[in-house]
């Protein structure tokens, strides 16, 4: 079956359509996301005390749940005039292959040096700390994606950026570090000695290859004890899902303009932050009863935190330095098993999307990473992206749900966010090539293991 095609592969837009307002969801949400918690009072944080941590105006981003619109700076504006609008792509290879009957889209955020969607909120918290006056930033990257956005930021802005690395990636992936470095940023391996949590650790732990919420500490202690400095995060927060509606807000503007109604948009979700800015404004015609288009958030089976985790106050880290926040969780003290290769592995999910999941406006699948990789592989012959294996776990989805078409004789319109390129992720790619990878599935019994570290909060 080959479709008539009425549609163009890619759809742009011109400068003159790019946004000019990232679109807060919150606004429109019946019930807002829980406020976040001082670890130490367990009241709520005010803009004072998050100011310790993060910059003034990402401050008054992350507390501000009646603003529908915010506009987005010019000097922001230009930086993402260099690399998007990213392309949203009619996948008509992927559904000849498939022989469905479903029209599947997918947004492809993996165009740009850093490679994923994750340079859409680094470049705008790097020019509002600029805007601060401040000195610099500090952040932890697990895989290095988001380290590598932040870099090529605060070097736009010429900012100072300090990169504290999950140890085992730091030796895995020596070219994420170098990528970094050529951005000019300091890349140290995290547990590390130049932190007080970091030297507990390794005199606890001698040997770790560290994990993403020990990084987390380091990096807001190396910000809160130092002037003119403060710490970026690149996920969970609601400024960050804030930053990356841009993502849906484009696709919105691109379907509209070939009159094209979603039915169905399924992102990954590992923070949250790709998939609550791909479905931001969609949910929000849904929440004003304006579409019925079904949204579908996507994890792995060995981290899954929205479809097995308690909704709760718990750690954003290890170290239990950051506020609390009540999302779905697996606890703090959890750590997918070690054969997981593909990436999406944190603990907790954003507020954001924890509350409208909660809400019952989002749907959960969990997938495991073999079938995840198999998807990647057969959309990467079809396509020619070689998709990042976190993104794949959308693909994995969208073929289900195309194959289902097949079935029914449905003409679903299907949106996948595309997240990012699998290039430095050859590694998890060679596994599975190789017949080396496997699956695991965490039993009740090690959850409870996770969910017994959780903090008695009565609010
Ligand atoms: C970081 C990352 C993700 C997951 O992070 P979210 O905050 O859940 O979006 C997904 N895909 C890619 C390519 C990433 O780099």
Redesign the pocket.
């Known amino acids: 079956m080959t479709k008539k095609q009425e549609i163009p592969y890619k759809i742009y837009l011109t400068e003159e359509e790019m946004p000019k307002y990232y679109y807060n969801v919150r606004a429109d949400m019946k019930t807002k996301p829980a406020p976040l918690l001082n670890p130490e009072t367990l009241e709520p944080m005010t803009a004072e005390e998050l100011s310790q941590v993060f910059c003034e105006e990402l401050v008054k981003q992350e507390l501000n749940d009646t603003d529908r619109e915010i506009e987005i700076p010019e000097e922001i504006r230009n930086f993402y005039r260099m690399y998007r609008p990213s392309p949203l792509v009619r996948a008509y290879c992927l559904e000849e292959k498939l022989d469905t009957p479903a029209n599947i889209y997918y947004k492809y955020?993996?165009g740009n040096t850093s490679?994923?969607?994750?340079l859409n909120s680094a470049i705008a918290q790097a020019y509002y700390a600029k805007k601060q006056g401040l000195e610099g930033v500090t952040t932890e990257t697990g895989?290095g994606?988001?380290g590598t956005a932040l870099s090529m930021a605060c070097s736009y802005f010429d900012l100072k950026c300090e990169v504290y690395m999950v140890k085992v990636s730091y030796e895995q992936k020596p070219f994420r570090r170098d990528v970094m470095r050529t951005y000019g940023a300091k890349v140290t391996p995290s547990p590390s000695d130049t932190t007080r949590i970091g030297r507990k650790i390794l005199e606890e732990h001698p040997g770790t290859t560290g994990s993403l919420g020990c990084a987390i500490s380091e990096a807001v202690e190396s910000a809160v004890s130092r002037d003119g400095y403060r710490y970026v995060l690149?996920?969970?927060l609601n400024q960050?899902l804030l930053h990356?509606s841009i993502i849906g807000e484009e696709t919105k503007t691109a379907l509209d303009k070939y009159g094209i109604k979603p039915d169905m948009i399924i992102g990954?979700?590992?923070?949250?932050?790709?998939?609550g800015?791909l479905i931001s404004t969609f949910m929000g015609e849904k929440i004003r009863g304006e579409s019925d288009v079904e949204i579908v958030g996507v994890e792995p089976a060995s981290c899954p935190s929205l479809s097995r985790g308690k909704y709760a106050y718990d750690f954003c880290d290890t170290g239990r330095v950051c506020p609390l926040a009540k999302m779905y969780t697996l606890g703090s003290g959890f750590i997918p098993s070690p054969n997981h290769a593909g990436?999406?592995r944190?603990h907790g999910m954003?507020p954001i999307v924890s509350q409208l999941y909660d809400d019952g406006l989002i749907q959960v699948r969990s997938v495991e990473q073999s079938e995840v990789f198999k998807a990647a592989i057969e959309f990467a012959r079809v396509e020619g992206i070689l998709p990042?294996p976190?993104?794949s776990h959308a693909i994995k989805v969208a073929i289900d749900e195309a194959m289902k078409c097949k079935e029914t004789g449905e003409e679903k319109n299907i949106v996948i966010g595309l997240?990012?390129?699998g290039y430095f992720d050859m590694f998890a790619y060679q596994k599975y090539l190789d017949g080396e990878m496997s699956d695991y599935v965490p039993t009740d019994e090690e959850l409870q293991t996770g969910f017994a570290g959780l903090p008695q909060v009565n609010l």
């Open positions: 955020e993996g490679g994923s969607h994750k895989a994606q988001w690149g996920s969970v960050v990356q990954c979700c590992g923070g949250g932050s790709n998939f800015g990436g999406l944190y954003s990042a976190e993104s997240t990012g390129t």
